[in-house]
């Protein structure tokens, strides 16, 4: 969005909001008098406050309180007025060295670039792994009750997967564990697509002794790692994002993001956002589409393989006043940093 401001209201303006980002907390004239070069007296801040409220950039939440940016305004803060911050040397060596792989799994590295997102941002770090790809060394399944059970999935490079499937009511034990032998004698050397597709061979062609009940459960652990371009979603740090909310309402429209991200169509939608655009894209409030009016912001950013495909995306959720000029940059090199190691 564009919007023509005069010097003095982008001045003010930015002023504003970065003292918001620090605080949290309405900004009156005094305040924006004291910290602004402008030599403008409070009724004179007062005056352009004014007019940027009745273009929709400014609002105030209580009578004869200061003023909030509304997320119109933080809009037009991040793609205008926004000064991004620079990573030192030694910071890009810490994430670099916080995100290397020596010793670990992918999906213990991509676990820690989440981490350390959260930890740095103050929010919540999330990571859309890329879909495994590696050759598949075993299979279980596992019941944890009437109608449920585990899927445990350990791929040749050590990745340990775990899904949660449907199963028919009443299933006997020895479905789960004949399942799991038929699908491991098939595995060797196989991507588990590959297995996917061999298993749907022979049973079309009725080449197997299963019966109904272990062709159903063989078919649901299948098809839970099935479809789409993202792998999982690694989330760290929520509880960043619940601290000091006293808003009930506010603190049940996060719960329920909580519950969507683990969705799988809620995965290829953050993986969609990344992709809109090169670099880092900023989502505020509802322009995600994830969240409506809990205050909150998406700052995310894809990273490549060595074939420069997008094949995951990782970046932060955290309230609408997260500090951008620091995110945006840790967020940036962090997705490069993991790019390289795909490499």
């Known amino acids: 969005m564009s919007q023509a401001l005069d010097p003095r209201a982008t001045a003010v303006l930015r002023e504003l909001v970065e003292v918001y980002v620090q605080t949290g907390e309405p900004v009156g004239s005094r305040t924006l008098s004291r910290r602004l ?18 273009a ?31 990573l030192s040397a030694e910071e890009r060596e810490t994430i670099a060295a916080r995100c290397a792989a020596h010793g670990r799994s992918l999906q213990e590295t991509l676990a820690e670039a989440g981490q350390m997102l959260s930890g740095l941002a103050g929010a919540a770090g999330l990571v859309v792994a890329p879909k495994g790809e590696a050759a598949v060394r075993h299979i279980e399944f596992v ?18 997967e775990n ?38 061979d022979e049973i079309a062609a009725n080449r197997t002794a299963l019966d109904a009940l272990t062709h159903q459960v063989i078919e649901a652990g299948l098809a839970t790692w099935a479809g789409g371009s993202a792998g999982s979603l690694i989330l760290r740090g929520q509880a960043r994002l619940l601290e000091n909310v006293e808003n009930l309402a506010r603190v049940q429209e996060i719960s329920a993001l909580f519950e969507r991200l683990e969705a799988q169509e809620t995965t290829l939608r953050l993986l969609e956002l ?24 998406v700052v995310v950013a894809p990273f490549r393989n060595a074939q420069e495909k ?13 500090n951008y000029g620091r995110v945006i940059p ?13 490499g």
């Open 56 to 86: 929709g950039l400014l609002y105030a939440p209580h009578t004869s309180a200061g003023r909030l940016p509304t997320e119109r305004g933080l809009r037009l803060f991040v793609d205008g007025l926004l000064e991004f911050g620079d």
């Open 310 to 322: 997008i094949v995951g995306a990782i970046g932060v959720i955290g309230p609408s006043r997260i």
């Open 274 to 297: 990344a992709q809109r655009g090169e670099g880092v894209q900023i989502f505020i409030g509802a322009e995600s589409g994830l969240f409506s009016s809990a205050g909150l912001s």
């Open 143 to 160: 019941p944890l009750g009437p109608g449920r059970a585990l899927v445990v999935l350990v791929s040749e490079d050590g990745r340990v």
């Open 37 to 54: 070069p402008l030599n403008l007296s409070p009724a004179s801040i007062r005056n352009v406050m004014a007019d940027l409220e009745e």
């Open 163 to 200: 899904r949660v499937i449907e199963v028919p009511p009443g299933l006997p034990p020895a479905a789960l564990i004949q399942a799991g032998n038929y699908l491991n004698a098939r595995l060797t050397g196989r991507t588990l697509e590959e297995t996917r597709g061999a298993v749907a």
């Open 330 to 342: 840790v967020v940036d090199y962090t997705a490069r940093v993991l790019g390289r190691l795909l």
